[in-house]
């Protein structure tokens, strides 16, 4: 796994609005391993035994489920500590026949599973290769969208389970109505642009990562309606930043809280 042993930034939450609370917990608890560690009235947070960080259900049986795809969540990455554990967890996605798969890619820096949870929100399962092995381009990273050879990766599994307890969320990859306005917001976060030439879309990092967060204009504007299923507010722990509430260009709730 690639991470800077003293990291200036870390993803530690997200919230989710669900409109069938069963289905979602069936999902999140039962296949992928992810605990209860508290339920109050309308929320549920959910976490893997490492606690790197807590997934929030907010549920709301009267949610319309987001369209897709529209302003708000492309999907959010959660990051395996080796490609052992992604090929266990993919092994289970496989065994399980789970319905809502949506493809692989190998993007240069790291190996990706893409699907989708019940509800349609974005997910992604990867693993990073070394900083040392990942593509360049002069100075500039030069991520890549190339296929994913799911047999060798599967030959790597030495059984079907869930989600390793040391997983992370890894990043957050989101469809934006303006990438200069998007770009600017992150840049106040401590990030900075790691990739600026794929196509509708730029990635921004900090500590020389790969992305934290990708921003994209994929949506073409598209709005869902008021109170939709999906992303609501995510958490930021920030090094040397003041806790604070402040809401992203798409209108979510952005926690920063020290890191």
């Known amino acids: ?3 800077n042993p003293s990291p200036t930034l870390a993803l530690t939450g997200l919230t989710l609005r669900v409109q069938n609370l069963e289905r979602q917990l069936a999902f999140y608890r039962d296949l992928l391993g992810l605990e209860v560690i508290r339920s109050q009235q309308q929320e ?11 997934l929030t259900l907010q549920h709301q049986p ?29 092994w289970r996605l496989v065994e399980a026949r789970y319905p809502h798969f ?18 349609g929100n974005g997910l992604e ?10 593509p360049f381009r002069g100075e500039r990273l030069a991520m890549v969208t190339k296929p994913l050879d799911l047999e060798a990766l599967l030959a790597e599994a030495e059984g079907s389970e869930g989600l390793d307890p040391q997983t992370t969320l890894g990043h957050l990859h989101l469809h934006v ?4 306005e998007a770009q600017a917001f992150f840049e106040g976060l ?3 642009l790691m990739q600026g ?36 507010g995510y958490q930021l722990a920030l090094r040397g930043r003041p806790a604070q509430r402040l809401s992203d260009p798409n209108g979510a709730s952005v926690e920063v809280v020290p890191l």
């Open 44 to 54: 549920t947070d959910l976490a893997l035994p490492g606690r790197h960080f807590t």
């Open 1 to 3: 796994m690639s991470q």
């Open 125 to 134: 399962f990867y693993r990073d290769r070394p900083r040392a092995d990942w």
């Open 62 to 90: 009267t949610a319309p489920l987001r369209p897709q795809p529209t302003l708000g969540l492309y999907h959010f990455a959660l990051l395996l500590p080796s490609r052992a554990a992604l090929a266990k967890v993919f």
């Open 177 to 180: 109505r303006d990438l200069d």
């Open 197 to 232: 030439d794929y196509p509708g879309a730029r990635f921004l990092a900090a500590d020389g990562y790969h992305h934290h967060i990708g921003i994209n204009l994929w949506a073409r504007g598209r709005t869902a309606p008021p109170h939709a299923t999906g992303l609501l």
């Open 190 to 192: 401590g990030m900075e």
């Open 102 to 119: 949506q493809g692989a890619s190998d993007h240069g820096v790291s190996e990706a599973l893409y699907l989708a949870d019940p509800e």
